[in-house]
């Protein structure tokens, strides 16, 4: 999946819960406020969009700081 | 056993009988009951009309008897009733369909199979009699009412109705056509004659999306029971608003446990109160999982109770209902997100006719709870998560709030009547 539509995506669940959308890469999650549950409900929405289960790998989901790294996740996820 | 209130009347979809008519009927069609002697039978029928012939025959003659509709026997459920030794047979056509089977000492006369497929869908034979069946002979006097019958050929509910209508004087039944039942419902509305109506939150949800309004509202309903599944709070309201002058309750019965929990007070769950030792049908509830002991169960254990396998949670001076044990939570991230709480409070949110919760796997937290929900008007898809959205993240915890949204056309309902 294109790494713009992964944004989209969640910035699609930030916007829903009232929040700024994320603009910035290099800010860590936390600091976006984007936290585990809305990781894991972009999870489903990527999975929904492509019609199929992902594999995840649990170690790099371990050391996610940072926006970029989230993209980088999904990106390697959906390839 | 009661007397058998034969003036009443029933409307089927294509004429009127009252139970004397229907029994002579069936006399003139089966003749002697003796040809059943021996035999566990269940009437296989076509209407709603022969379902209520055989019904009035089998209580006459005291079979060992039942009944179902002709759609539902597959070969798969033809094996379970003949594993049961239980003879099937035409009712149109006054024969034995397949083998007949000898009950031999299975035998038991004044026996009446109740049918449930339960959430399995599974077929299962629940033996009851007309003694358990018969919840209202408690109630001594019970203003004329003529209802509306929405229930499935052979299930716990239809046969609740129909022992109301057998055994009570002045309870008159319309009964609705399966075929469409909307449609049916609507034709009934439109005679005015419909004052009262058993039936499930779901029924009610998908009668105010499909038939007018106004021709609802206008009906003269005075009694208006609910049960099958959990009644929340939002459809006991909604209700209340469009006939303020209707005696709604809502009532916990299963196949098994009988008609046990009858509340009037317009609250969803139930009153502490009713665990009280001293009631004549017992209430106990046992980290969280309810038994009841009541004379119209079905099976108990040695000391009366029976497991009904529902979870219910104490807030205040309520017991409110939390689903089917092994069956009711979502575990997120180590937390316990509720179903029925979730779809509690999106029903009550004005745009929200119905909703359903359910889990969906997900990486991270394990899982998280996603939502289908039909709008009460059409709405742009992506403001109406949004919204409710928002409002569940006002009123929910936020693993509660579900993260997927599916918009329905309509409400998805089963033949039970449930959702």
């Not at chain 1, 984007?34 to 170690?59: H, M, P, Y």
């Not at chain 2, 119209?296 to 497991?307: L, M």
Request: charged share 25%.
């Amino acid at each position: 999946m294109e790494r713009q539509e992964i944004l989209d995506t969640m910035n699609l669940v930030m916007t829903n819960k009232g929040r700024e959308p994320i603009t910035e890469e290099a800010v860590a999650t936390r600091d976006a406020n984007f936290r585990s549950l809305d990781f894991s409900e972009v999870a489903l929405r990527i999975e929904t969009k492509l019609g199929r289960e992902l594999t995840f790998d649990a170690a790099a989901m371990r050391n996610i700081e940072t926006v970029k790294d989230v993209l980088d996740f999904f990106e390697k996820a959906t390839a | 056993m009661p007397d058998v209130a034969h003036s009443n009347a029933i409307t089927f979809p294509d004429g009127q009988a009252n139970w004397a008519a229907l029994l002579a009927t069936g006399d003139a069609r089966l003749g002697a009951p003796d040809r059943f002697d021996g035999q566990r039978v269940v009437f296989v029928v076509d209407t709603m009309q022969e379902a209520f012939g055989a019904i009035i025959y089998g209580l006459t003659h005291g079979l060992d008897y039942g009944v179902v509709e002709r759609h539902r026997v597959s070969p798969e459920v033809a094996g379970r009733f003949a594993e049961n030794h239980v003879t099937l047979f035409d009712w149109a056509g006054a024969r034995v369909m397949g083998d007949a089977q000898d009950a031999g000492d299975m035998l038991e006369p004044g026996r009446v199979t109740v049918l449930t497929s339960g959430t399995t869908g599974l077929l299962k034979l629940i033996p009851h009699s007309w003694e358990t069946l018969n919840t209202f002979d408690r109630v001594a006097e019970l203003p004329e009412n003529t209802w509306f019958l929405p229930y499935q050929i052979g299930s716990y509910a239809w046969f609740q109705m129909v022992a109301l209508g057998l055994f009570k004087p002045g309870q008159n039944l319309i009964c609705g056509d399966f075929n469409d039942l909307a449609a049916s419902f609507e034709a009934a509305l439109r005679t005015g004659q419909i004052t009262a109506i058993s039936s499930t939150p779901t029924f009610w949800r998908h009668a105010l999306m499909n038939i007018d309004f106004d021709l609802i509202r206008s009906a003269p309903l005075t009694s208006i029971s609910m049960g099958g599944e959990i009644v929340d709070q939002a459809i006991l309201d909604e209700l209340g608003g469009i006939f303020p002058a209707a005696r709604i309750r809502h009532i916990y019965a299963s196949s098994e446990a009988g008609a046990a929990i009858v509340v009037t007070d317009g609250k969803a769950g139930f009153d502490v109160k009713l665990t009280d030792p001293s009631r004549a049908i017992g209430v106990k509830v046992e980290e969280n999982r309810l038994y009841i002991r009541s004379p119209y169960s079905n099976k108990a254990d040695a000391a009366g109770w029976v497991d009904t396998g529902d979870i219910v949670e104490r807030r205040g001076d309520r017991f409110l209902f939390c689903g089917r044990a092994g069956n009711t939570m979502i575990n997120v991230g180590g937390q316990k997100a509720f179903p029925p709480d979730i779809e509690a409070y999106l029903n009550a949110h004005p745009n929200v006719l119905w909703s359903q919760v359910t889990a969906r796997r997900a990486p991270l937290m394990g899982n998280l709870p996603v939502a289908k929900v039909v709008l009460t008007k059409d709405a742009d898809k992506a403001t109406a998560e949004r919204d409710l959205t928002e409002y569940c993240s006002k009123g929910l915890a936020e693993y509660a709030v579900p993260r997927m949204w599916e918009f329905l056309d309509s409400i998805p309902m089963r033949a039970s009547l449930k959702s």
